[in-house]
């Protein structure tokens, strides 16, 4: 088993910014993060490979950056130009091939994100 530990969730203004991190207990091909929304299904928000890949969804590109560190086996989410449709629980996630195809092995515990108006 891996363990994802999350930290760097909180309370931000609206164009405020959050730098969240993910601690994985070993290696796994693909990390990134996924948003849920009260009410709503999670959906992948960013993720990276071993060797740099990143993928973002569209409503976060050119905001938010994934980064990765192979050695610490760790991966960062910085969240700049935070609005309120942001605001929900983000959850860390790795997989031993991709994440995006529907399976994600390894779930973070999640971490509160809230950005007032």
């Known amino acids: 088993q891996v363990q994802l530990v999350e930290s760097g969730g909180g309370l931000v203004q609206a164009g405020g910014s959050l730098r969240l991190s993910c601690a994985a207990s070993?290696?796994?091909?693909?990390m990134g993060w996924y948003y849920q929304a009260p009410g709503k299904r999670r959906e992948l928000v960013a993720a990276v490979t071993s060797g740099g890949i990143t993928t973002y969804l569209t409503s976060v590109k050119g905001r938010f950056t994934i980064s990765r560190d192979n050695v610490k086996n760790t991966v960062y989410l910085q969240m700049n130009s935070l609005q309120p449709e942001d605001t929900g629980v983000y959850y860390c996630?790795?997989?031993?091939?991709?994440?995006?195809?529907?399976?994600?092995?390894?779930w973070g515990q999640g971490t509160q994100v809230t950005v007032s108006s």
């Open positions: 996630a790795a997989d031993r091939l991709s994440l995006g195809r529907g399976v994600v092995d390894y």
């Open positions: 070993a290696s796994i091909r693909s």
